[in-house]
């Protein structure tokens, strides 16, 4: 084993041996406990042998992170680095990518031959797995262990997950000899604060000495109405009350972007540094700023000067990346930041505040989900720095302190598959396997391997129906069967409904001084029959009649019930693979399949990675984008490549040609929409044009300040939006089949939109 300068725990030494036996393994362990150590014991081990290692990372900012701190540690001629829009040294014995990539090199698509792009690689690091869970991504991690060679040693770490075993068994079986090592061991362990405003100048233990919920702690009132938004704010008492308890540098957790900035500014006049760590500040931010000069009119920059940051995706990347590296040299005191920092980004604290343990989400306010504060709790307490991390919670008026202490003890939540076949995906399969054998490769999957899991729920409601339906049997003291009884009442209702129709014709006859008709006389002889068919009956005298009768009606109501609960159990167990075969018929609909094989545009379809690959081809495909300058193709990629926002935005006018070729895209969305809803297939696609003026003037020369100014938008949202843009117009250069005209002002609109600030990480 590799020896480290300090002794590993436990669970890092075990992981390690496994690696060193040659077997693939998962880590499983609270956020901080150490796993980075077991990935670079691989490292080391591939450094030795004269092999290579692939770290993956779920986000583009922890890919460039690792990457800044591989090549620190290893030299810069052994490490590379593939994002979506950066390659560095792609032939280095460690690269860094994200997890997409690594899925797309599988694929064999856009990066060449998968056993060139895998040439020599004998381990791969899947950092973060839990991103599993993640609703839009997590399916990459899925195809990405599915369809990863068996030669290669997988290193999946996870945060604390339910159900790791399950996870190890299904890696063990689609792709090597996977073992487990799950730990509850946290090197820092956390102490549990609780924040009520009744008490503003104190922060109380969450629990007693023995584990009780501290009986001091208040609940908040519950405000409604106008009252409600002039209630004070008590971001500043809990601030200084961290400081008084020398609990600082701290993670503030807020779920609104507005409320980091809002909160960063109250809290700026608390000067929490001294006057030598304000210069050494200033100092550090003046280098920073003159090699990102985008920066040099940031309206935080004094914020920061006082100790205070926030950190959310509306900032410019460059920004998120200064505060952090104040934050790591403990100059920045706090930072306000939103949930998405707790995944993996490196800022280690002393405390983590949780603003609430309930978010706002379309459908109202929820409980924060266990791994949801797992995550965010357990970015307190720094190695080898702190004794203890501390974990603050914000009273709000959404929760009790019951349910919170409940949260707190709650066991982490299981991974759960989001596997879903789109249309690369069938195409890629398509591509290199038959028919059965893709069914065979979408069966695999987690979310297959775990449906007895999934469906639990459902075959437990199952199991009721059948139990009430053995109960419900009936023992008729008269020996009669359920369908004896439905007999029965077969001819007591039609002798019911006849006997009313004879005596309506008798009175008629009676009223008119007239004789019955034969007919009807006969019809009266046929309804005495049935009296008498009746009184002939068993169940005519039979004291048990009513309740045999109400059992027969529930049973049939429970059977109907379970009839449609089978079909929806087998239509859950086969999920994938009728998504998978939706989708190839919508694709053998549009002639991009042909006898299970990709056609011309199926071939190009296979290698687009978007929301809806389908609707990105059919533009290709309809030359509406082959006149356009780059600045109004730009616009028109931007518009497809922008999801829905929740926000309403001030209309910003764009070109002629742009508008044009929007309608025109339009026509092709309502033709793909029309047939994916035949087929029950959910792809969206987007036509949203709230960036596209701004990419537009961009790429026409406008500068930065002129873009930023026309709208109320974060910055990172913009540069984000931007990005995508790249991101797809660089697929139009690499991919097959795309006219030469479009590839020569794709690669023109890249250039173009690629300047400060947009290329900065």
Known sequence: MYEFPFELDDFQKEACEYIDKGESVVVCAPTGAGKTVIAQHAIHRALENGSRIFYTTPLKALSNQKYYDFSEKYGTEKVGLLTGDTSINRTAQIVVMTTEVFRNMLYGTNFGAVADNLKDVRYVVLDEVHYMNDEQRGTVWEESIIYCPTNVQLIALSATVANAGELTKWINTVHSKTELVDTDFRPVPLKFFYFDSSQPDKILPLFTPTGQLNKKIKPEKRVWGPKRKKQRSYVKDIVQNLADLDML?????????????????????????????????????????????????????????????????????????????????????????????????????RSTVISSTSKRTDSGHRM??????????????????????????????????EEVAELVLSKANPLESRFSPSYSMVLNLLQRFSLDEAKELILKSFGYFSSGTRLQPLLALKESFDKEIAEREFDCPQKQTDEDLFQYNKIKNLYVQNRHTYKKICKQEKSKNRPLPPEAVQFGKETKALLAQMHGSPCDCCKLYKKHTKNVEVITRVLARKRQLVKEIDRQRDIFWNKFLAHRSVLKEFGYIVDDYPAEYGVMTAQIRSENELFIAEIIRSHILENLSPSQLAAVVCAVTTEDLRIDLPYIPFSQAVRKSLNQLRNIRRKIERVQNNYLV???????????????????????????????????DIVRAFKRVVDVLRQFTTISNVPEALVFTAREAIDKIQREPVNID
Request: glycine share 8%; aromatic share 10%.
């Open 368 to 401: 924060l989900t266990a791994s949801e504060f797992l995550q965010m709790s357990g970015r307190a307490g720094r190695r080898g720095m702190d004794e203890v991390g501390y974990v603050t919670i914000v009273g709000t008026m959404f929760q009790t302190p």
């Open 682 to 716: 959910e792809a969206p696609c987007y036509i949203n044009p709230y960036f596209s003026s701004l990419i537009e003037l961009w790429v026409e020369g406008s500068e930065w300040e002129d873009i930023t100014g026309q709208i109320e938008m974060g910055e990172g």
């Open 249 to 349: 540098p701290a993670i503030y957790f807020t779920f609104s972007r507005k409320k980091c900035d809002e909160q960063m500014e109250k809290c700026a006049e608390l000067n929490l540094v001294t006057k030598d760590e304000q210069r050494r500040i200033k100092d550090y931010i003046e280098n920073y700023i003159a090699e990102n000069p985008h920066l040099y009119n940031n309206r935080h920059i004094d914020y920061l000067i006082q100790g205070v940051a926030s950190h959310h995706a509306g900032l410019l990347p460059a920004w998120k990346n200064l505060v952090e590296k104040l934050f790591q040299q403990g100059l920045i005191k706090v930072v306000f930041a939103t949930e998405t920092l707790a995944a993996g980004i490196n800022m280690p604290a």
